[in-house]
């Protein structure tokens, strides 16, 4: 087995994932939508290799929201060709050239893998609807309505309402844990899983370095098909959430299946998987991912941290439970945004110490890039981008959520899927095409909030993550050492060291007005180098103030 051994640092222990939604990030045609040539022209936004660039952010990885061909009901997410790249996205050699011009830079590519499930266009699902003896008869969930209920069981669609669609062509129903247009493949048939392993292997040969496993914790379902119990006073029968999701969800046979994908690209050199341990998953389910001996995800995600308040107590009981919950040898892993919750600055808008959003995104920026794991920074989150909130019903692109009609279903995810703002031209820079119509309405804000502002301006959160980043990567104590917090419940500020036996690094976020520095565990407070501050000059040795400065974010070093 050719695995990293996780004592040394992988390079995705060590950099700094970008995720890209590819439909809004750059279009590079001009017909309104994002694509991969659009990304191919903002590489060097993204990192041009050069180490003291003015300009460039300095990421090491891309994820790329699902680019295979799709009928795009959930917009990417339901494939209906897993070797192909859609249409609107390019072709194939646009995506060589995608991979080798952002290797030359140094740039990691990381496709998101949708092997949950397939769109009901694909020629897998259509041969297996077409009668219950095909070759493919097997290859998703079929069952019929037993004993005149209405449905095979109770198991309830993520996006509301039952999942279960009925056939007329097959005369049974096929269970999807998303909408009606994504059967989940069953993951007990072996033609199924090997024809996805060939998929995964064509990626890897073509030279992606990882893949971020969509919806990795519900590909299992209980081949008995046994109802999941109801919590405990739930009513509603038709919520998703109501339910305990012992036989749709977290199967042991999830973890095999996960298993084998990792020995299947542990034959290859250091490529990544990332999972998403489901949405409402709890971080000691989704620690199990990293398998019994870290031969399971490299990287399980699990949502608690960015749906904790914005309150230094909370925040730093997240880090904790991290903190004790990863096993010996595994990595944690950290995102606040991503294209399916709001973004943080429009999440965290209400808190009662939410004065400045300016100040909100700095702080964020200095946990996500100074807590110990992997940070996974969502585009157009180091602008401070916040969700567009205003866009017309007919606009709306998240059909999957939409037209799912019964049952509680989640709001759109539009708001923060909106295109990326360059620069203060039409479209926002997104898209040369001045007729064409931006995938989604560009936020009313992208006059002021663009990058071509944002790097002018000294003070902007643009130029503040930009030298957060080239901080962490010259400082091993961030990227690689230990964690420890020296406040034991924090009410107004975190202040937390990483170290190594060489380096300490101290980091200080306060999250209210002038307030004393106040620690449990002491310090000595004298001679600390400023790597990085809202307050002091960066470089300047200094003792450290009995107070802190309203809303400051300061980081400073000490070498032994
Ligand atoms: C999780 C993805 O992040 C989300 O966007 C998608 O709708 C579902 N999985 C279904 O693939």
Redesign the pocket.
């Known amino acids: 087995m050719n695995s990293i051994s996780i004592t040394e640092q992988a390079w995705w222990q060590e950099g700094i994932i970008y995720q890209i939604y590819v439909l809004t990030y750059a279009d590079g045609n001009g017909d309104g939508t994002g694509d991969l040539r659009g990304i191919i022209e903002r590489l060097d936004y993204l990192n041009d290799g050069n180490p003291d660039s003015e300009t460039s952010l300095g990421i090491d990885a891309i994820w790329l ?2 680019i295979n061909s799709s009928p795009m009901v ?2 990417g ?2 494939v209906a060709d897993y070797t192909n790249i859609g249409e609107v996205f390019g072709s194939l050699s646009d995506f060589d050239e995608l991979v080798a011009k952002a290797h030359h830079r140094g740039i990691k590519i990381i496709l ?1 893998l ?1 092997i ?2 397939t769109s009901d266009q694909h020629p897998w699902f259509k041969e297996s609807s077409s009668s219950k003896d095909n070759p493919k008869a097997d290859w998703y969930l079929w069952q019929d309505a037993y004993e005149g209920r209405e449905f095979p069981n109770n198991w309830q669609s ?2 509301g309402g039952t999942g279960w669609t009925y056939s007329p062509e097959r005369e049974q129903f096929y269970f999807h ?3 009606t247009s ?1 059967p989940d493949i069953n993951w007990h048939n072996p033609d199924a899983k090997a024809a996805i392993h060939d998929i995964i292997r064509f990626w890897l040969d073509r030279g992606v370095d990882g893949f971020r496993m ?2 990795s914790s519900v590909y299992v379902q209980d081949p008995y098909f046994r109802d999941n119990p109801m919590k405990y006073e739930a009513s509603n029968k038709n919520d998703y959430n109501n339910y305990h999701h012992l036989y749709d969800k977290d199967l042991p046979e999830n973890h095999q299946v996960i298993k084998e994908i990792r020995a299947l690209t542990d034959e290859y050199d250091d490529r990544l998987i990332i999972g ?1 341990t ?2 409402d998953s709890r971080l000691y389910d989704s620690v199990t991912y990293y398998g019994t001996q870290n031969d399971e995800l490299h990287l399980p995600i699990t949502f608690e941290f960015p749906f904790s308040p914005w309150s230094p107590g909370y925040l730093q009981r997240e880090i904790e439970k991290k903190e004790k919950l990863t096993p010996e040898g595994a990595w944690p892993t950290y995102f606040l945004d ?3 919750i709001p973004r943080h600055l429009s999440r965290w808008i209400d808190c009662s110490l939410c004065v400045d959003s300016d100040a909100i995104a700095k702080a964020a920026a200095t946990l996500m890039l100074t807590i110990r794991g992997t940070p996974i920074l969502y585009y157009g989150q180091e602008l401070g981008m916040v969700d567009n909130i205003n866009i017309p019903a007919d606009k709306l692109q ?1 059909r ?2 939409i037209i799912s009609e019964t049952g509680d279903t989640p709001p759109p ?1 539009d708001g923060a899927r909106t295109p990326m703002q360059w620069d203060d031209s039409p479209h926002a820079g997104f898209s040369f095409g001045q007729d064409a119509s931006p995938w989604l309405p560009v936020n009313d804000n992208y006059k002021q909030l663009n990058v071509v502002n944002a790097l002018q301006k000294t003070d902007s959160i643009l130029n503040f993550y930009r030298q957060l980043i080239r901080v962490r990567k010259q400082s091993t104590a961030l990227r690689r050492g230990k964690w420890r917090s020296l406040i034991h419940y924090p009410y107004e500020h975190l202040a937390y060291l990483r170290e190594t036996a060489t380096e300490t690094v101290l980091i200080v976020i306060n999250f209210a007005y002038e307030q004393p520095f106040a620690l449990d565990v002491p310090i000595n407070k004298e001679n600390w180098t400023v790597l990085l501050s809202t307050v002091y000059e960066t470089g300047k040795v200094i003792d450290l103030a009995d107070n802190l400065t309203a809303f400051e974010v300061s980081l400073f070093q000490k070498i032994r």
Request: avoid cysteine.
């Open positions: 929201s699902p959930d917009n997410y339901d998101d949708v949950n499930h993520y996006f844990t998303f909408n994504q969509d919806a998403e489901f949405i991503n294209h399916d998240d999957a959520v995810r």
